[in-house]
């Protein structure tokens, strides 16, 4: 038997499936389960949560607002859906920003980031935080995922015999720039205004690469500032890492599935010649440091067990 009791509420989903997975191969922890009666049943779910160590909800939004007011206290939860990510009470969970570790270790409501708002915040947040970048200052960002991130629907969608071709190609959503990532975007860097931003979907499973253009001179920057700044804030990490100055690249591409599988994120830092403007870009997969891994990276710090236990570096 093991030493947490812990509770995957909407386990089914691609998320809670890829956590109840990585949960099952580590014997500290005996899993809750409901009957699938009970499972429609907010109460019946309420219970079983009250009951455990930690609960992850994998539900969606309202789902997972409905039932945190039926919950103890004390019970620790990590919501993985959009509720509560800027909720007041709530901690954001990625450790690796100035004081978030600290804070999940006695955290009792943990809001697991968004797949495309990590890959945004990772490199703005401390960018902002050290005054290198105004709070008022517009950005702009493009954000590549694998259709995992669009769940077991959209997974169906690709992975079916195709006559539409239109899944071919990537395609751009969200044009109406109103994508529910936005506010813990704006929120979490600290900026007055959410970047303009526009995800993309495309034809591979799972990895995700998030670009940030920057006006070098606008900011009043110079590239190597920003590589630097960004190499000291996440040095020392073990899942975040920063390339130095225009290397990392293969050969000059980047494949956004090329962390796949994996747990950790890698920032690059790459600038044009005479040095006026720069891309920042994430790469991480959309299932791992952007949802699942995620999850359990908190989930260790929350338990007091070793952050990086469960997950593939």
Known sequence: MGNYKIF???SSGT???????RLAERPEFTILHISEADRKDVHARAAVINESDLSFLCLPDDAAREVVPLLRPDVR???TSTAHRTAPGWTYGLPELHGTR???????RVAVPGCHATGFIAPVAPLVEL???TKTALLHCTSLTGYSGGGKKMIAQYEAERTDHAL???RPYGLALHHKHLPEMAAITGLTTPPTFVPVVADYYAGMETMIPLDLPALGLTAQQVADALAEYYADQKMITVHP?????DGGFLAANKLAGLDRLEIFCLANPDGTQMELISLFDNLGKGSSGAAVQCMNLMLGLDETAGLAL
């Not at 998320?15 to 997975?21: K, M, V």
């Not at 600290?102 to 009792?108: D, G, P, R, S, V």
């Open 77 to 79: 939860v990590l919501d």
């Open 168 to 170: 071919d190609a990537p």
């Open 8 to 10: 995957v509420d909407g």
């Open 15 to 21: 998320t809670g499936l890829r956590i109840a997975d």
């Open 131 to 133: 005054g290198l970048v």
């Open 102 to 108: 600290e804070a999940l270790h006695t955290a009792t």
């Open 245 to 249: 100055l225009n290397e990392g690249t």
